[in-house]
């Protein structure tokens, strides 16, 4: 069965995950700071488990060697980051539908954290 829901802003782009979905982990390296404006949320899924239920406004985005970046191109939301050479896909936790029954769980690339915000240090933190 279908375990979540999710969607852009618009619509546009629509998902359903079918199978687990990872705590959500905190990224604060400059890529995922540029693409949503603040630091990336992300929960993960098996890209199996993904299935796209509406396609029209997404576009991928080649950000690097190792990764791509989907986003909707009609409200520009940040929706997926799939690391090309593994079986998951990283799905925006903010685009997932309420309730989502996870939490955040640690924080990645504090040394890129930008210098207009606080870390949270109650969320544990890993080295990169």
């Known amino acids: ?3 979540a829901t999710g969607s852009c802003l618009c619509g546009a782009v629509r998902y359903e995950v079918t ?4 705590d959500v982990v905190l990224c604060h390296c400059m890529m995922c700071r540029k693409t949503h404006g603040h630091i990336g949320a992300y929960t993960a899924t ?13 576009r991928w985005h080649p950000s690097s060697a190792h ?3 989907g986003f909707c191109s009609e409200c520009g939301g940040s929706l997926f980051f799939d690391p090309v050479n593994k079986d ?5 936790a903010g685009t997932l539908d309420s309730p989502t029954g996870l939490k955040t769980v640690v924080q990645i690339h504090v040394e890129s954290a930008g210098d207009h915000y606080q870390i949270d240090a109650s969320i544990r933190q890993r080295a990169e």
Do not use: W
Request: hydrophobic letters at 40%; zero cysteines.
């Open 1 to 3: 069965g279908v375990r």
């Open 46 to 58: 098996p890209k199996g488990s993904l299935r796209l239920t509406e396609t029209r406004g997404l």
């Open 88 to 92: 998951y896909m990283a799905i925006a």
């Open 67 to 69: 990764a791509l970046r």
């Open 19 to 22: 199978g687990t979905l990872r």
